[in-house]
């Protein structure tokens, strides 16, 4: 079967975001924040994910 992009399925099925959900977010993101750090990251190139991976592991181990 040949299919073109507009015609995959979507990955996962597309909930409406609940009210609360949605309320919550917008009080909780803050756009300048969230731009910071895309500029940040753009600036230095990011981290390595070997770097993010072992973060992430420390904050599982407790450490």
Known sequence: MNTTPA???EP???EPIPPVLL???Q???DAEEFL???RE???TG???FE???AEVEAVVRGS
């Open 7 to 9: 015609e995959s399925p």
């Open 12 to 14: 996962f099925p597309r």
């Open 23 to 25: 309320a919550w977010a």
């Open 27 to 29: 009080q909780t993101f």
């Open 36 to 38: 910071e750090g895309v």
């Open 41 to 43: 990251i753009e600036a």
């Open 46 to 48: 990011g981290v390595p």
């Open 51 to 53: 770097s993010l991976i």
